[in-house]
């Protein structure tokens, strides 16, 4: 679970956000929508910790994990596409690494073999063992070919990059996931297994979306950001701009109706 408090961002004269206050729940997939240029990539920012806000906190649970989806496809140029899927959870990767130092050591002490053991533990808790073999499921379900795996990013296709940055963000089972556009320059085949994976992922997701079809199918919430707000609604993109329509007629007849009395 993650808990905004208070929170407040302005650049200059211009409030992005004032007084948000939203807990996202596990078990719900919240699209984050509102017009363009009104904080929405800024605020996944704000809460993965990328961007501090001016006034009011973002908390997630103690122990909990976040993955965010990365944008910089150029940010694992020279690391195998599997590691590069594994290094989405820092924790495991870090251990494996440095369990290997240790193994490669010419002169193993006592010290380093009780180290090793309690690394050999947390690998385990971790389900390190299972971690390739989780890491070349997602890579597989997005369409990236066994063959590629062993390759270095760097040969790698473009679309083929955000594809194995988006089973980074996906690895690990994260307690809390951040998507900005994650079917961009994804096929069709991609995105689908994409929608089954969300749809069955048990923790907490916000996603940023331009395709209503993947909001409708992904979303149990809708997050709308409009003046430097944020107000949740239950049920998909579908549901949503029905309500939001169903709420401005209403507005409208009202105004008239006083416009009349006047």
Not at 14 to 35: H, Q, S
Not at 157 to 182: C, M, N, R, W, Y
Request: charged letters at 25%; one cysteine or more; glycine letters at 8%.
């Amino acid at each position: 679970m993650i808990t905004v408090t208070n929170v407040g961002l302005q650049y200059g004269d211009r409030k992005l956000f004032e007084d948000v206050n939203i807990k996202f729940t596990p078990g719900n997939c919240y699209g984050l929508i509102g017009a363009n240029g009104a904080g929405k990539s800024t605020f996944l920012k704000v809460l993965s910790g990328e961007i501090e806000p001016q006034k009011g906190d973002v908390h997630l649970k103690p122990g909990q994990r976040m993955a965010v989806l990365k944008q910089n496809h150029f940010e694992y140029e020279e690391v195998e596409v599997l590691t590069t899927v594994i290094m989405g959870h820092q924790r495991l990767y870090q251990v494996m690494q440095e369990k290997d130092a240790i193994y490669m050591k010419e002169n193993f002490t006592d010290e380093d073999g009780i180290k090793a053991a309690e690394l050999e533990g947390e690998f385990a808790e971790l389900n390190g063992w299972e971690a390739e073999s989780e890491a070349a499921i997602l890579l597989k379900g997005l369409g990236i070919k066994e063959e590629l795996h062993t390759k270095k990013m760097a040969e790698l296709t473009g679309s083929e990059k955000i594809k194995v940055l988006l089973a980074q963000a996906l690895f690990g089972e994260p307690d809390v996931l951040l998507l900005d556009e994650p079917t961009n320059h994804l096929d069709i085949a991609a995105i689908q297994w994409l929608e089954e994976f969300l749809i069955n992922f048990e923790n907490t997701v916000i996603v940023v979306s331009h395709d209503r079809h993947f909001l409708n199918k992904v979303c149990t919430h809708i997050a709308d950001l409009d003046f430097g707000k944020i107000q949740i609604y239950v049920g998909n993109y579908d549901f949503w701009y029905e309500s939001s329509q169903l709420a401005s007629k209403m507005a409208q007849d009202q105004n008239k109706e006083k416009r009349r009395e006047n």
